[in-house]
Nanobody, 116 residues
Framework: QLVESGGGSVQAGGSLRLSCSASGYFASINCIGWFRQAPGEEREGVARISPGGGSTYYAEAVKGRFTISRDKAKKTVELQMNSLEPEDTAMYYC????????????WGQGTQVTVS
């Protein structure tokens, strides 16, 4: 089971940090991805990270603004979002993914991010 937290409302240019929590072993052996879905839009991949944390990948829309990382002590996957734009407004989900792809397997319930 994956659980997202950290969403909220922020003004443009601000920052938020999302967290994806999963059972330690489960999370450590899987690639994890962050996705988002805005109203009326298809879900899109935002960032993903390898099991060890050494490999990351970002969608062009967020490259340079978002950073995905693993907090091994907390057993979470974090998404630091800086320089937020209204276009980043969406429900954000984390999921286990097939490494190297955006194919998600197990999903969290999402956390809302609103940028005004």
């Amino acid at each position: 089971q994956l659980v997202e937290s950290g969403g909220g409302s922020v003004q443009a240019g601000g920052s938020l940090r999302l967290s994806c929590s999963a059972s330690g072993y489960f999370a450590s052996i899987n690639c994890i991805g962050w996705f988002r879905q805005a109203p009326g839009e298809e879900r899109e991949g935002v960032a993903r990270i390898s099991p060890g944390g050494g490999s990351t990948y970002y969608a062009e829309a967020v490259k340079g603004r978002f950073t995905i990382s693993r907090d091994k002590a907390k057993k979470t996957v974090e998404l630091q979002m800086n320089s937020l734009e209204p276009e980043d407004t969406a429900m954000y989900y984390c999921a286990t993914v097939v490494c190297g792809t955006w194919n998600g397997n197990y999903w969290g319930q999402g956390t809302q991010v609103t940028v005004s």
